[in-house]
C-alpha cells in the first residue's frame, strides 16, 4: 500500500463501520506498514448481524445476488432511507450530508452487491472473518458514539479487550456517524497519534 501511494513511513489507517476490519486484518497482514489505526463505530469481530445477513449478505452470492440487486431498487431507496436515520441517531441527518452524497451511486445494484460482499464477510460462520487481533501491536484509537444502534457498543468489549494498545473514546450525543457528527475528535485522534 504505501509504494502504491507513495509514503516513505507507515501510515495512520482512519476506518469506519465495516472498513474497521479491513484495517485490522491490514495492520494484522503487514504491520511495519501502519502506523496507528483510528477506528470510528467499528466492528471488530464477526457477528450476527440480522439486517445485514438477511437483506444485504445474499447479494454475494453469484448471479442470485445481481438479479436481486437490478430488481430492488424502489425497495433499496426505502432501506437507504430508514438506515441512514439509524445511522445519524440521535441526532437529525444533516441537509448538507445529504446534499454531498451521491445516493444513486451508493444505492446502485453494483454497490448493494458490494454492500452484500460486505455483510458476507462479517458472518460469524465465515473463516475468512476471524482475525488475529492480539497480534496487532500499534496504537488504536477507537471512537464510539454513545447512542449507536448500528454497531452496539456491548459487542465490541471482548474485541476491543483483545487490542493491546487501544484507547476508546466515547462521544456524547452520537451514534454511528461520530466521523460526521464530530469531525474533531477524529482530527485530534489523528493528530495525537
Not at 7 to 28: F, I, K, Q, R
Not at 81 to 102: C, S
Amino acid at each position: 500500500m504505501r509504494a502504491a501511494l507513495k509514503l516513505d513511513a507507515p501510515a495512520v489507517l482512519v476506518a469506519h463501520s465495516y472498513g474497521a476490519m479491513t484495517a485490522l486484518a491490514y495492520a494484522e497482514q503487514y504491520p511495519a506498514e501502519v502506523k496507528a489505526l483510528v477506528l470510528i463505530a467499528p466492528i471488530c469481530m464477526p457477528e450476527p448481524r440480522f439486517v445485514e445477513h438477511t437483506y444485504l449478505a445474499p447479494r454475494a452470492f453469484p448471479v442470485w445476488g445481481p438479479w436481486m440487486s437490478q430488481t430492488m431498487g424502489a425497495m433499496d431507496h426505502a432501506f437507504f432511507d430508514v438506515v441512514t436515520h439509524l445511522m445519524f441517531a440521535p441526532r437529525r441527518v444533516p441537509d448538507t450530508w445529504r446534499t454531498r452524497i451521491e445516493r444513486a451511486r451508493i444505492i446502485s445494484a453494483d454497490a448493494m452487491v458490494s454492500e452484500g460482499e460486505d455483510a458476507s464477510a462479517i458472518a460469524p460462520l465465515n473463516p475468512s472473518a476471524h482475525l488475529q487481533l492480539t497480534r496487532i501491536d500499534c496504537p488504536i484509537v477507537v471512537i464510539i458514539g454513545d447512542q449507536d444502534c448500528i454497531v452496539r457498543n456491548e459487542h465490541q468489549g471482548l474485541a476491543l479487550a483483545a487490542l493491546k494498545r487501544a484507547v476508546v473514546l466515547r462521544v456524547p450525543h452520537t451514534g454511528h456517524m461520530t466521523h460526521e457528527c464530530a469531525p474533531h475528535v477524529v482530527l485530534e485522534a489523528v493528530a495525537q497519534i
